[in-house]
């Protein structure tokens, strides 16, 4: 069955710091792969996804997200983290080619929290 | 565009009682989702449709749980009766085609 793991529950980092959230998946074919983040009282808003071609993608606030099928990875690295960038990572990935009938599961998360 | 609108944001219940959660979806989009997020969790999709019929129900527990989603736009979950375990925020989302899924700020519902 397809998985998420996400193997830090939490990661504490400095202002200014570098950052990176480890996922790997389980999934037979090509996954589509996402990374959402969550504040407090929020939904979760899309940071950026991968889908097909280049294995470094670009997101949003400055993150990115390389995809290793090798590794079956997709982590999600920052180089200076700001503040507000405290809040749930979550990695995500979509199944199956047919729109209509493919799952979007979700890995159990991460939670970030930075050190002024 | 508007993005996925839920309501209430809160809710506050007793174990037993129902309640029921409202989403309606960003304009054009198909495919809508139900999530569970308990406390500490990942989402876990409780149903999924493709405009007004069912894709997946799986993880839904059908004895308590229940949604529809009339003319393949806005969509109701409903919980009765309600248990301890069903405090969680539950998530809306919707998507068309390849896109990915946009969420709305989801319901907290506390049971007592």
């Known amino acids: 069955a397809q998985s998420v793991t996400q193997p830090d529950i939490h990661i504490t980092v400095s202002e200014g710091a570098s950052l990176e959230l480890r996922c790997n998946y389980s999934?037979?074919?090509?996954?589509?792969l996402f990374w959402y983040v969550q504040s407090p009282g929020q939904g979760l808003q899309l940071l950026l996804k991968y889908f097909s071609g280049d294995t470094l993608v670009q997101g949003i606030k400055g993150f990115e997200a390389e995809f290793k099928r090798s590794q079956s990875s997709f982590n999600l690295r920052k180089p200076s983290v700001h503040w507000s960038d405290a809040a749930e990572y979550f990695c995500?990935?979509?199944?199956?080619?047919?729109?209509?009938?493919?799952?979007?599961?979700f890995g159990p998360g991460t939670s970030l929290s930075v050190i002024p | 565009e508007a993005g996925v609108a839920q309501s209430p944001r809160y809710k506050i219940i007793e174990k037993r009682q129902s309640v029921a959660f409202w989403c309606n979806p960003i304009?054009?989009?198909?495919?809508l989702y139900w999530y569970q997020q308990i406390l500490g969790q990942g989402p876990k999709l409780l149903i999924q449709?493709?405009?007004?019929?069912?894709?997946?129900d799986s993880q839904l527990p059908k004895d308590r749980f229940s949604a529809e989603r009339l003319k393949g736009v806005d969509s109701t979950l409903k919980i009765q009766p309600a248990k301890l375990e069903d405090s969680a925020v539950y998530l809306c989302?919707?998507?068309?085609?390849?896109?990915?899924?946009?969420f709305g700020n989801g319901t907290r519902l506390t049971v007592t």
């Open positions: 304009s054009g989009h198909a495919t």
């Open positions: 449709f493709q405009n007004n019929g069912v894709v997946d």
């Open positions: 995500a990935v979509k199944t199956g080619m047919k729109t209509s009938y493919d799952k979007v599961i």
């Open positions: 999934y037979g074919a090509t996954p589509y």
């Open positions: 989302a919707s998507s068309f085609g390849y896109s990915p899924l946009h």
